[in-house]
């Protein structure tokens, strides 16, 4: 029995610790304020790092990392806030691609060349994964299928070149890889919560060659969506150490009354409080990361349940880090609201607390 | 960061496993099931931790050269996931828990050589004389005095909140032995027989209907000079270490996983106002699955601090953290286990033990009959050991630096 890290996750924490620390709000602001919402050298400085490489698996050209290795790194860009979107535009769909081994278009992705993004979510399907809008028809060749419908929430859409886009084939679980160039592709931006842009993607009879489709079920699809949630959960972890590192700091240096407001004993007890949600966010993750995947059902539907579990402690972090920062708390001008925002959006990817729960339930 | 087991860990476990078969009876278990408290009565308690001394297994967790096994932590905990399940009976957490390893730490030769094996044995029944009537989280303000004369202490004063004082044949105190500035500084730990003219026990019934803890009042008591456990003025450092002891590498959580199982179980009986049965209540799964989490969750805060531990880390004030998460928890579940037997979660008979035989006959089961003496008893795990509120304290002063 052990938790300490290895020390090439130590290796890899202190790696994105270097990259992500100099960001500051100002830069952050500055990052976001360009047409994409973000500075693609940062994705080239990425891939450099080994960052996207360690998803694929090594006779794909990655590393081969373990999901304890990739966790590292997600806890790492949450303490530190990071604005790049490598959950959601490189392990998500660098891990679909490794599952599928679409080698040709893997190392475009893991040199970091080229942006991927997962166009899964439905206007009417609320948490749903399995597609019912977005149907797949067989093209006007035999070697093509044409695909018409609407999709939500594509996170890091406005950077892809490529879009990963889930559909129903009569009924068949498909994942087609598609240019973010093709005919018939619309798309329109909007900005989320942690200022990064996504999309909604139409597609009008946009017709792709078959071999768009990748070689991927719809329980695969599911385990990588629960591999994704545990990482998901740890940078929530990571977001949630950080708004309580800069909350105790912050209530020290406050005075009112004559005094530090972290004299308050309610302020105290209430800062507890947080310390030991985060204790055990920390406890579940481990657990999560050291749970033997007997079936994949079982082990994915744990995962759910740990990320409800975090997410739920995650979201009272950074309520009481706004709370215990006064008016401050509530100014776009500190770090703590930024932490806020994006586990917002961490914590109802691929459903919110109460949808996971309910995933959980038929194993807990 | 691994979790696995050696081939070592599973032979072990098929041992312990084995030794429960054997040994752990039904008789026991039915004890263990329908106590409300978490101490059961010493006819069951004793008799369990017979077996386990002749097993060689009771004092596992203390130092080797006092009779501990040198477990590593995951054997350690492997025997407390197995006891849990098991249901078996917890042996008296005063004795072998809190004196034990003090007197490992802090004892003369000679106390060692004397109180030890007895505790081991089971000979010697335990008390914790600590809180006084106007002593509870302010503990060092405490005033029952001993005084030396003529190489004895005479002790005058009262002791509250005294678990199970009614069965013990000793008590540890704490006592003041000098009035200073500093009130920490005049505390002297000191060990007294409990048979004596100068010492009365008072029986303090919970709202539980439950006789476990007591008032004891010393009027000139004595007890000899040999009988203190380190120097005078020193009590307070001792403590403090006994109190780190209580709640360092605690194994709370299988306990509380079998308890939230059975909850489980339970509910697939219970009839829910629609005809069906409560294992459908949609509001009753979310919130078993919410619990269970939680409960999950502090495995493995308490594997981490086992590990810690192992690795030559003290565990320290974090301790404070398993003890809060735990009592919440605790809590919680038996509030859910309570409201889940509807009206017949409201018998609360005041017979004891509830598994004699002339004990009133439950209705609706037996695990229905404990559960509000359960849910009442249990409202003092987040004031006992150091109240919610100290834990915090504690936590914010030592941890986040408040």
């Not at chain 1, 067989?138 to 609407?150: C, D, K, M, S």
């Not at chain 2, 004890?31 to 069951?44: A, H, K, L, N, S």
């Not at chain 2, 002891?245 to 179980?265: H, Q, T, W, Y």
């Not at chain 2, 004699?356 to 359960?374: C, R």
Request: net charge negative; proline share 3%.
């Amino acid at each position: 029995m052990n938790f300490d890290l290895s020390e090439t996750q130590k290796l890899f924490h202190s790696t994105v610790e270097r990259f992500t620390r100099d960001v500051d709000v100002a830069a952050r602001e500055k990052i976001r304020s360009t047409e994409h919402a973000y500075d693609t050298n940062r994705w080239s400085e990425l891939a450099e790092l080994g960052l996207l490489a360690i998803v694929a698996n090594e006779d794909q050209g990655g590393l081969g990392g373990s999901l304890i290795d990739m966790s590292t790194i997600a806890e790492g860009l949450g303490s530190n806030n990071a604005l790049d979107p490598w959950l959601e535009n490189g392990a998500l769909p660098i891990r679909l691609l490794s599952k599928a081994n679409k080698t040709d278009i893997l190392d475009s992705l893991i040199d970091g060349t080229k942006i991927a993004a997962l166009a899964f979510a439905e206007p009417n399907s609320r948490y749903n994964l399995f597609p019912n809008e977005m149907l797949a028809t067989a093209g006007h060749g035999a070697e093509t299928v044409v695909l018409n419908g609407e999709k939500r929430f594509v996170m890091g859409g406005a950077l892809a070149d490529y879009l990963l886009v889930t559909a129903s084939d009569n009924g068949v679980f498909g994942i087609y890889c598609i240019p973010s160039d093709s005919q018939g592709l619309e798309t329109h931006r909007y900005q989320l919560s942690d200022g990064s842009l996504a999309t909604v993607v139409s597609l009008n009879q946009t017709e792709v060659p078959a071999s768009s489709k990748l070689a991927i079920t719809f329980e695969q699809f599911k385990e990588v969506v629960a591999e994704t949630c545990v990482l998901c959960s740890a940078e929530m972890l990571g977001l949630s150490q950080l708004l309580l590192n800069d909350t105790v700091s912050y209530v020290k240096e406050r005075e009112q009354f004559g005094v530090s407001i972290g004299s308050f004993q309610s302020i105290q007890h209430g800062l507890v409080d947080c310390f030991s949600e985060l204790e055990q966010m920390r406890s579940m993750l481990y657990r999560t990361l050291l749970l033997e995947k007997d079936t994949t059902a079982d082990w994915s539907a744990n995962v759910l349940g740990a990320k409800s579990f975090i997410a739920d402690g995650a979201n009272f972090i950074a309520r009481n880090a706004v709370q215990y920062h006064g008016a401050m708390g509530i100014t776009d001008e500190v770090t703590i609201g930024h932490a806020m925002k994006r586990i917002l959006i961490l914590s109802r990817m691929f459903g919110d607390a109460q949808d996971n729960l309910n995933n959980y339930l038929e194993v807990a | 960061m691994d979790m696995n087991y050696s081939e070592a860990d599973l032979a072990f476990r098929e041992e312990v496993r084995s030794f429960l078969k054997d040994k752990l009876t039904d008789r026991l278990k039915t004890g263990v099931e329908r106590t409300p408290g978490v101490f059961v009565e010493p006819d069951i308690g004793l008799e369990w931790h017979q077996i386990l001394h002749e097993q060689g297994w009771i004092s596992h967790r203390w130092p080797v050269e006092f009779g501990g096994k040198g477990w590593t932590p995951m054997q350690t905990y492997i025997l407390e996931k197995e006891f849990a399940i098991a249901n078996a009976p917890r042996p008296a957490p005063i004795s072998l828990g809190l004196i034990g390893p003090v007197l490992c730490r802090y004892g003369t030769p000679e106390q060692q050589a004397k109180f030890l094996p007895r505790i081991r044995s089971g000979e010697d029944f335990w008390a914790q004389g600590y809180s006084e009537p106007s002593s509870g989280s302010d503990l060092a303000s405490l005033s029952m005095s001993a005084e030396l004369i003529d190489g004895k202490y005479i002790l005058n004063g009262s002791k509250i909140w005294t678990t199970h004082a009614q069965h013990a044949n000793w008590i540890f105190c704490l006592v003041r032995t000098q009035v200073s500035e500093k009130k920490q500084a005049g505390i002297t730990f000191l060990l007294v027989p409990m048979d004596q003219a100068g010492i009365e026990v008072t029986p303090i019934v919970s709202m539980s209907g439950d006789h476990e803890v007591n008032q004891v009042f010393f009027d000139n008591a004595q007890t000899r000079l040999e009988n203190r456990v380190g120097e005078e003025g020193q009590g307070w450092e001792i403590a403090k270490f006994l109190l780190q002891n209580e709640r360092g590498g605690s194994c709370f959580a299988p306990r509380m996983l079998v308890s939230i199982d059975s909850l489980e179980k339970a509910a697939n009986n219970i009839a829910n106002s629609d005809g069906s049965t409560m294992n459908n209540d949609g509001d009753f799964k979310r919130r078993l699955a919410k619990l269970k989490l939680r409960a999950l969750a502090l495995e493995f805060t308490e594997l981490r601090i086992q590990a810690d531990i192992a690795n030559g880390r003290p565990a320290g004030p974090i301790t404070s953290l398993t003890k809060l998460v735990y009592s919440n928890l605790s809590q919680d579940v038996q509030t859910l286990r309570n409201e889940l037997y509807g009206y017949d979660g409201l018998q609360l008979p005041y017979d004891r033990p509830l598994y004699a035989d002339d004990a009133p006959q439950a209705v609706g089961g037996a695990a229905a009959q404990v559960s509000l003496a359960s849910f009442l008893n249990g409202r003092a795990s987040t004031i006992y050991g150091g109240s919610n509120e100290v834990q915090k304290n504690i936590i914010a002063k030592r941890i986040l630096g408040l």
